[in-house]
Every structure is written in C-alpha cells, then in structure tokens.
C-alpha cells in the first residue's frame, strides 16, 4: 500500500521504519529541514516504564494546580491560562473509575516499546548512546506517596523497582552530593537513558536504505475535508494515498482543522540543558529524576543534559535565560560535574499533551487516516512500540499488546 506519513520526528521515523519492513511504499513529509528536529531534539531520554507516571490521577488536580498557581515545581505559566475546556477534561480524567487501567495501559505500551527498540538495536547493530536504569530521588518520605498508585500498577505487571535508603540509593549513583537532603529514592533497574535524536537519526538511515522517502521542506496543509487521502504541499502536485498517519507532535491540530476530531491538545513547553562532562566520577552513571523539582539530570556518552519544566504560553525569554531552576537542580545533585561555563546547549521543546494523559495511537475515524500522536512526556519511551502497532493495524495483523483506552474511541 502507498502510505504517507506526515512528520519525521521519533514517531514518524520510527512508524516509516515499520512501514517499510511490512513492504509498504512509504514517503514522509517534513516541513524541517531534517529529522528530529522539533520535540525529538533534545528529550532527557528516559524510557521504559518505571518513569511513564502521568499527571493524571486521584489527587492530583489540587497536586498540579497548587504548584500551577503558586509556579513551584517548574511549572510556568505565560498570558492567557490552560484553557477551561482542557482543565475541564483533565479532571474529570482525574477522577475516572478506570485512571488505573490507564496507567496500567502506559507501562504496558512503554514496556513493548523499548522490547521493540531492544529488537531494533540488535537487528541493526545499532549503537547510540544509552545507560542502563533510572532513579526518582525522593527528598523526605511525604514525596512517596505520589507515586503508590503507579507502583502498585508496576508491582501488578511484574515491572521490577526497589525502594531504596539513601545509603543504597549512593551505591547506585555513587556522585550524588551528600550536602543535599536524600532520603530515599525508587529504582527501576530495567529503565534506561538513550538518546533519542541520535536513534531517530539512526532509523532514518535504515528506513531511507530500505526505500522510505523523506521529503523534508515539505509542509503538508491541513487535511481537506473532502479528500483527506489527498497530501497537499505548497509547490508540489498533490498525491493521493491509500492511507495517512499523522505523527506531527504539536501540528496534529493543525493538520486535522477542517477534520471533526476534538482533540483536547495542550502545547507545554518544556526545556533542557546539554553541557560536556567536566569530571567522570562527579557525574551521573545514567538519569535520575528530582522528585520535588521534577527535573531531571541524565548522563548522554560524554555529556550531562539535564531537563524540566512545565511551561504554558508564550514565554518571550530565550531558553539561555529560562534555565536557572535546571542549574540549581543540577549543581544540588551533581555540584562540579558539567562544563556549564563552557559550550552550552540550551533547548526549548513542545509537548503535545492530551487532557487524559494518554497517547492517541491507530484510526482516527476517518478510513485510511491513522494517528500517532499525544505523546507528552513519553514519546521517546513509547516511540518504537507504537510504530509497530500502527503498522500491524494497517497491515491486518494481530497487535502483540491490548491497546484498550489508547484509541480515538475515548473522545
Ligand atoms: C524537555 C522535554 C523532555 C522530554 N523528555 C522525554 C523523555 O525523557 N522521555 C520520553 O519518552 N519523552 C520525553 N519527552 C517527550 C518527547 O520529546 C516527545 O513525546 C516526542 O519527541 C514526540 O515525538 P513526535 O515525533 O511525536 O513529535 P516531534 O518530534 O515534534 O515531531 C513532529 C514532527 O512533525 C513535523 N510537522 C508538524 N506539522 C507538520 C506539517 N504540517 N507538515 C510536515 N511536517 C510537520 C514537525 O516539524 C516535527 O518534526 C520530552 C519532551 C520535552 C519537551
């Protein structure tokens, strides 16, 4: 089948590699000049499902709007709030009878998803850079209680964690700075840290080798209401195809304007800070994650990028000027162990975020329009996984995990 797949970021390169390998003709449209150039950039790059924990649950909207309100926690907020409608939903989210099916559905997918990468890596001989497990550091007792729900969900699923002292948390990230208060931490020995951007560039290679062809420059316009099979791009003669996955992070919207699909889509923005390892045996082995900040510090080969923030609206400020909150975490846990006078990289990514956490994954409703979307804070982790679903569905073939509560059918 002819397939177009409109985006090449983690989702899209990855989802043509599966398109490919099924023996589809694939072309993808990207309006960047290259890959991996929007949201897949610069990720802190945890995958696995010890750290897919969403933002929705019992307890959290007076969690999440106290430290909204109050801009704690690396939340930010610019202009106009979150609109009601989204909050609304998200809420109501909240306080679904089935908000543990739904998080059992993540762990689930992120789990299969790095099974996929796993194969992937090895089929190909790939080689980037990656650390095996991941730490939430937690700095007084209190701060466990947010994630009981998500570790009795990980308990049920046999996904492995220890809860450790802070003694044994040391044993495991032996850098960490004794000046800051440690009192425990969570460990996922099967999580890791990988970089995203280099794998997505890495796929693309693959996927160009086996006959995928990439358009990039190429800004396809809102599917038409009328013939939504039809790519339109500015400059080039429109192309009918038999089927189109949208995997345009943020552009979703966009892309489906003139489609009647309702999807509650919120952009938050979100930022990270690359810098050379100054000292090996000051820096993180691979991620850990600030419980009380929600900043993240992870070790990429020969660099340390540490990543947070929750930002809605229009911040008129460049990244280098939004990032202190990622520093002070940084010099707290790893004082000394990045260049950060040197060359720096400051990055500002845009989440696509759905009201009930979930990524949006198979038909949109449309025939032969298919959606790959809504990813959050996930969709490195979820990246492969969902790139074989989606081929499997368009292929006739049985999905290898349940995506109940991750389809179009819930809005
Ligand atoms: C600070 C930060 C840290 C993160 N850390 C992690 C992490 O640790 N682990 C994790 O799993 N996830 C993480 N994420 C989330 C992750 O980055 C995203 O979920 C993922 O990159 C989304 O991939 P994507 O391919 O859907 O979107 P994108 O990478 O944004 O790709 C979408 C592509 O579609 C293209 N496009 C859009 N509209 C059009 C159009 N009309 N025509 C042609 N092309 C179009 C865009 O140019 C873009 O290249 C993080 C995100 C941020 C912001």
């Keep these: ?38 949201a897949s950039f610069a990720t802190a790059g945890f995958i696995g499902p010890g750290l897919t924990h969403s933002w929705v649950g019992p307890g959290m909207v007076s969690h999440i709007l106290k430290r909204y309100f109050s801009m704690q926690g690396g939340i930010k907020r610019h202009g106009v709030g979150i609109p009601a409608g989204w909050l609304l939903k998200w809420s109501k989210a909240c306080a679904s009878p ?15 998803s790095q099974e996929v990468l796993k194969s992937i890596t090895e089929q190909h001989g790939l080689n980037f850079e990656m650390s095996a497990g991941s730490l939430i550091l937690l700095r007084s007792e209190s701060e466990l209680a947010t994630y009981q729900t998500h570790l009795k969900l990980l308990k049920q699923a046999d996904i492995p964690f220890k809860q450790l002292d802070s003694m044994e948390t040391l044993k495991v990230e032996p850098a ?29 290679q693959i996927a160009e080798s086996q006959g995928v062809e990439f358009l990039t420059g190429k ?19 429109d192309e009918k195809f038999d089927h189109v996955i949208v995997c345009s992070g943020i552009g979703t919207k966009h892309i489906l304007k003139n489609q009647s699909i309702p999807l509650p889509l919120l952009a938050i923005h979100g930022y990270t800070v690359s810098a ?17 900040s929600m900043v993240s510090v992870s070790r990429m080969g020969q660099r340390i990028r540490v990543s947070g923030m929750f930002e809605h609206g229009q911040n008129p400020k460049k990244p280098v000027d ?4 990622l520093y002070k975490v940084l010099n707290d846990w790893f004082p ?36 790959n979307a809504g990813h959050g804070n996930h969709g490195w982790s979820f990246a492969c996984g969902t790139a074989r679903l989606i081929a499997d569905m368009i292929s006739g073939r049985e999905c290898e995990i349940d995506l109940k509560g991750l389809g179009i059918e819930r809005y």
């Design 1 to 38: 089948m002819k397939i177009a797949v409109i985006g090449a970021g983690t989702l899209g390169v990855t989802t043509s590699l599966e398109l490919i390998s099924h023996g589809h003709e694939v072309k993808v449209f990207e309006k960047n000049a290259g890959v991996a150039q929007e």
């Design 98 to 112: 089935h908000v543990e099916m739904k998080q059992a559905a993540m762990h689930r997918l992120a789990q299969y």
């Design 322 to 325: 939004s990032v202190s909150l």
């Design 276 to 292: 050379a390892v100054r000292e090996p045996i000051d820096a993180p082995l691979s991620g850990v994650l600030d419980a009380s």
């Design 336 to 371: 000394g162990a990045a260049k950060t006078t040197e060359i720096v990289q400051a990055w500002k990514g845009t989440r696509d975020v759905l009201a009930d956490g979930l990524p949006l994954i198979g038909s949109s409703g449309i025939p032969g329009v298919w959606l």
């Design 176 to 204: 960490l700075s004794s000046s800051e208060r440690l009192w425990g931490s969570l460990y996922f020995p099967n999580d890791a840290v990988a970089n995203c951007r280099q794998f997505t560039l890495l796929a693309k």
């Design 219 to 237: 800004e396809v316009l809102p599917l038409s209401a009328n013939n939504p099979l039809m790519i339109q791009v500015n400059g080039m003669p």
